[in-house]
C-alpha cells in the first residue's frame, strides 16, 4: 500500500488542500486519510474488506481513477491476510510446542500420553473454530457500526455549504451558462488593470474600455502540470474542459463582454503560467504568478460598454 498512499498524498498536495480540508470533504477521520496516505493496511486491520471501498472513495475525492491503484490495493490485501494467516499458524504451532514440552517433562509414562496427544487436536480444532467466529462478529460490526452509516449518509442530500476552495468533481455534469442571442461579435482591444485590493492568491483583474458584443479571449499557457475549473459568474463550466493540463498545453475561454461579467479561473498549482487577455500578457503580483498551491484569477468586466 505504500505505493497507493505516496500516489494519494502526491494528489492532494498538488491540488493545494490539507488533510483537515479533505477531512471535512469525505467525511473520513484525519487518522484515516493518514493511514492511506502512509500506506498503513494494519490500521483497518479490524474489517480489511473495508480498505477498498475506503480507498475507492478517497481517490475519488482527489479526482483520481481508482481503476489505475485497484491491483495495488488487492495486492496488498492478499499480502496482509497472508502475514496474519502465517502468524495464527505460528501461534498455534507455538501453543502446541509447549504443551507437548509440558506434557513430556511429566512424570506420565507413555500410555497415559496418549489421551494427551488426543486433547491437544481437539484444542486446535476450538482454536481455529473460535478465530473464525471472532471474525464473523468483528465483520458484521463493522458492517452495521461503520460501512452502513456511510453508505445511507451517501444517499442523502446535505444542505452543507460546499467548501472554500475546494473543486467540484470534473466527472459531475454542468451546466454551460446560457448566453443571450446577440450579433456577430465584435473583435477589439480591451483595457484591464490588477486590483490593487486583491488578496493574496486570489488577485482580481478589472476589465474597462470594452464595446458593446465585443468577444475576449483569455489564453493561459501552462508552465507545469496543472488542473484546472473555470466559472462564469459563479457557475461552472466544462467549456474549457476541466482537467490536469500538460506542461506546454494552451487553453483558451472565449466569452462576450458585458458589465458585470465575473470569469473565475481555479488553478490548483500555478507555477509560472502565463494568462493574456486578447493577446495581452496580464501581470499578476508575485506571489500568485509563482504559488504553489491553489491559485483563483477573477476578470470582473465593469463599466458601461462603449
Known amino acids: 500500500m505504500e505505493f497507493v498512499g505516496s500516489k494519494l498524498k502526491d494528489q492532494r498536495e498538488q491540488l493545494g488542500f490539507s488533510l483537515e480540508e479533505m477531512s471535512r470533504k469525505t467525511k473520513l477521520s484525519i487518522q ?13 486491520h479490524d474489517d480489511l474488506s473495508y480498505v ?22 488487492n495486492e496488498s490485501i492478499d499480502d496482509y491476510h497472508k502475514t496474519q494467516q502465517m502468524k495464527v499458524v505460528a501461534q498455534r504451532e507455538q501453543m502446541e510446542s509447549n504443551i507437548h514440552r509440558k506434557v513430556s517433562s511429566s ?7 496418549k489421551p494427551v496427544g488426543k486433547r491437544r487436536i481437539d484444542y486446535s480444532f476450538l482454536s481455529l473454530i473460535a478465530i473464525i467466529i471472532i471474525l464473523v462478529i468483528s465483520l458484521i460490526f463493522v458492517f452495521f457500526a461503520f460501512v452502513l452509516p456511510m453508505i445511507q449518509q451517501g444517499n442523502q442530500p446535505t444542505n452543507q455549504d460546499p467548501i472554500i476552495g475546494l473543486p467540484t468533481n470534473p466527472n459531475d455534469e454542468v451546466k454551460e451558462p446560457t448566453e443571450p442571442n446577440t450579433p456577430d461579435p465584435v473583435v477589439s482591444s480591451v483595457s484591464f488593470a490588477l486590483d490593487s485590493s486583491s488578496l493574496l492568491g486570489r488577485p482580481i483583474i478589472d476589465v474597462v474600455d470594452f464595446s458593446e458584443n465585443e468577444e475576449v479571449t483569455i489564453h493561459v499557457k501552462f508552465a507545469s502540470d496543472t488542473w484546472i475549473k473555470v466559472y462564469f459568474d459563479d457557475i461552472a463550466t466544462n467549456n474549457p474542459q476541466s482537467r490536469i493540463y500538460k506542461t506546454d498545453e494552451s487553453m483558451e475561454i472565449r466569452t462576450i463582454a458585458t458589465d458585470g461579467l465575473e470569469v473565475l479561473i481555479h488553478f490548483g498549482f500555478m507555477g509560472g503560467n502565463e494568462i493574456f487577455l486578447n493577446d495581452q500578457a496580464v501581470v499578476l ?16 468586466f465593469k463599466g458601461d460598454p462603449q
Do not use: H, W
Open 285 to 300: 503580483d508575485s506571489y500568485s504568478t509563482n504559488a504553489t498551491s491553489g491559485v483563483r484569477v477573477t476578470f470582473r
Open 32 to 44: 484515516q486519510i493518514q493511514a492511506l496516505e502512509e500506506g498503513d493496511t494494519s490500521f483497518f
Open 107 to 113: 512424570s506420565i509414562g507413555k500410555k497415559s500420553l
Open 52 to 73: 477498498p471501498y475506503i480507498t475507492r472513495f478517497y481517490a475519488q475525492a482527489l479526482y483520481l481513477d481508482y481503476d489505475e491503484i485497484r491491483q495495488q490495493v
